[in-house]
Every structure is written in C-alpha cells, then in structure tokens.
C-alpha cells in the first residue's frame, strides 16, 4: 500500500510544509499537452499538505489542472501543474497542488514547518521524548 521513508530535504525556498517520501496509490485525470483526456492510475513519489510529487506517463502543461483521486479514501481534489521534472523511463516527474487546501486529505500528520532530521527531538530517543512531555 504505502510506505514512508525520511523526510525529503530541500536546499532552495523554503516549503510551506514539509514533504514525506511516501507511495500513496492515486490516479489522475485531466488533458495532456495536447488538450487530449486522459486517466492513469500512479503512485506519489512525496506528499506534502500542499499536493504531490508524482509520475505520470502522460506529458502536462505548467499550470494545468487535474484531478487526483486517492484509492484508499475515494476523495478526489482538483489540483494545478506546479512543477514539471525530469523523465524517467517514460514517466514524468510531475509536482502538483492542490487548488483548495485540503491538508487532511493524504491522512497523515506532517511535521512542523521547523522540524528537521538534525532537529534534537529527531535524534532523541522516543521514551525519552514521551518522558519530556
């Protein structure tokens, strides 16, 4: 289904929220470059509160929009074209976000806008953590 791995790390502006590497099973709808439909089931590459990093075969515009619907939950949000990556073994690296915020929708709990993986908390001890609070 899922799985999670660290959190990605980002040199350049700052993200409004941070971003998890995680494979959430959705698919897309929208029109390609060329204003042809399409659907295609995928998986995400990272989650934020804010949309997705995602491979798609189809090729997008910038500022396009889809719909992505997430498999587990049915929920499906209208999403813009906010970034367009590198191709990789004929998928594109397509970065998305959402139009209305919907920060519940992958169900997950993002860390704080601070955190990092150099934070103090991040290398403590999770009893030791619990015993702090």
């Known amino acids: 289904m899922s799985h999670v791995s660290a959190p990605h790390t980002h040199t350049g502006a700052r993200r409004r929220s941070q971003r ?3 494979q ?7 029109k390609d470059a060329q204003g042809v439909d399409f659907e295609e089931g995928t998986e995400t590459l990272a989650i934020n509160a804010h949309g997705a990093l995602v491979l798609l075969n189809a090729r997008v515009i910038s500022g396009g929009i889809v719909h992505m619907k997430h498999n587990k939950t049915g929920e499906e949000q209208e999403c813009h074209v906010a970034f367009l990556g590198p191709v990789r ?10 139009t ?3 920060p519940n929708f ?10 990092s993986p150099r934070s103090p908390e991040a290398r403590a001890p999770a009893a030791k953590i619990r015993a702090q609070k």
């Open 20 to 22: 998890v590497l995680m």
């Open 24 to 30: 959430v099973g959705i698919r897309v709808r929208g």
């Open 89 to 98: 073994s004929g998928k594109a690296e397509i970065g998305v976000e959402f």
């Open 100 to 102: 209305t915020p919907s």
């Open 106 to 115: 992958w169900r997950v709990a993002f860390p704080p806008e601070d955190w």
